[in-house]
Nanobody
Framework: QLPLVESGGGLVQPGGSLRLSCAAS????????IGWFRQAPGKEREGVVC????????YSDASMKDRFTISRDNAKNTVYLQMNGLKPEDTAVYSC????????????????????WGQGTQVTVSS
């Protein structure tokens, strides 16, 4: 069983919305920062947004702040990424990752420090 499983991707028209889910199994997310990353065809993977174990949010790109919202429901062991106003350039495989931050609950770590990764979910924005 995979430690992280993403869902909620799909095909959406420009301007549309999607809500991605990142569900953890086999461990509790309470002490983990969760990051969302994306990789478009032919491009390097890039960070989108992170939520620390304490609930602090850090966006990799300030321009995403108005359109993307991250939240966590520790009771459901799930983190969500609400994406509004989607643009064709948002087309990518979106993956979530978890980093144990028990000792630094406000931390959103750099990409290499994440412990678990999901397999990703495809988001395609096209008319």
């Amino acid at each position: 069983q995979l430690p992280l499983v993403e869902s909620g991707g799909g095909l959406v028209q420009p301007g549309g919305s999607l809500r991605l889910s990142c569900a953890a199994s086999g461990f509790t997310l309470d002490y983990y920062a969760i990051g969302w990353f994306r990789q478009a065809p032919g491009k390097e993977r890039e960070g989108v947004v992170c939520i620390s174990s304490s609930g602090a949010v850090a966006y990799s790109d300030a321009s995403m702040k108005d359109r993307f919202t991250i939240s966590r429901d520790n009771a459901k062991n799930t983190v969500y990424l609400q994406m509004n106003g989607l643009k064709p350039e948002d087309t990518a495989v979106y993956s979530c990752a978890a980093a144990n931050t028990l000792l630094v609950p406000d931390l959103c770590p750099l990409e290499p420090l994440y412990d678990y990764w999901g397999q990703g979910t495809q988001v395609t924005v096209s008319s």
